[in-house]
């Protein structure tokens, strides 16, 4: 998986309660990515990272904060989790923006 | 509509035979063509990655863009079982902005 962790791979968490998923990279590329994958939405992208402290929105970025303060580590915070939220996240990395490679994903439950 | 249309499947083949895989978009503005493989829990994985019109072949894997048509394909020639996977095609038209067909699942059986 192109030198990308994520963490938790699984997590069943309860509405209202805030999340914080981890993605972690050892390829030392400057973009990263937060997508969902939803069943009949294929992925979608929630935020994305340019640089350190560099981040911008996605298609579904409401409910979502995003945070990168060093270039390997990406995080996506849930605010509060609500049942839509309930998906598979993955991380991707670019190095220039065209080709994205993409990390095991995280399985969030939210009850 | 969405940007990105793909037919979800299901699609079962035998073993070496040909498949393809077809994705329509309606934004004239993407200009960068992917293929992703998906196994079951697992990420993405690219296969093909293309900039212009025409033909790109890698091995037993050909990907085709009609850009007058707004229509790409994935060919895979002696299909094999370790094909049987989700294939997601996308299309970028920034840096940062990649939009995703929602996959097809293809199973070769043997």
């Known amino acids: 998986d192109a030198g990308i962790t994520q963490s938790p791979r699984h997590k069943v968490t309860e509405t209202g309660t805030p999340v914080t998923l981890r993605c972690h990279q050892t390829e030392n590329h400057r973009y990263m990515y937060w997508y969902r994958q939803d069943p009949g939405h294929g992925l979608r992208l929630i935020h994305y990272s340019y640089g350190v402290k560099d981040t911008d929105k996605g298609e579904v970025s409401d409910g979502y904060s995003v945070s990168r303060s060093k270039t390997e580590d990406f995080l996506l915070t849930l605010e509060s989790a609500t049942s839509s939220q309930t998906s598979v996240y993955f991380c991707?990395?670019?190095?220039?923006?065209?080709?994205?490679?993409f990390g095991p994903g995280t399985r969030l439950l939210v009850l | 509509q969405k940007e990105v249309e793909q037919d979800p499947g299901p699609l079962s083949v035998p073993e070496g035979a040909i498949v393809s895989l077809n994705c329509t978009y309606s934004?004239?503005?993407?200009?960068?063509f992917m293929w992703y493989r998906q196994y079951s829990r697992k990420g993405p994985e690219l296969l093909m990655y293309?900039?212009?019109?025409g033909n790109k072949e890698d091995g037993r894997f050909t990907a085709q863009v009609d850009k007058s048509s707004k229509y790409i394909s994935l060919f895979i020639r002696d299909s094999q079982p370790s094909d049987s996977a989700t294939y997601l095609c996308a299309m970028l038209y920034n840096n940062n902005d990649m939009r995703f067909g929602a996959g097809t699942r293809l199973t070769v059986k043997p």
């Open positions: 991707a990395i670019s190095r220039g923006g065209e080709t994205q490679y």
């Open positions: 934004n004239s503005a993407f200009q960068y």
């Open positions: 293309t900039y212009s019109s």
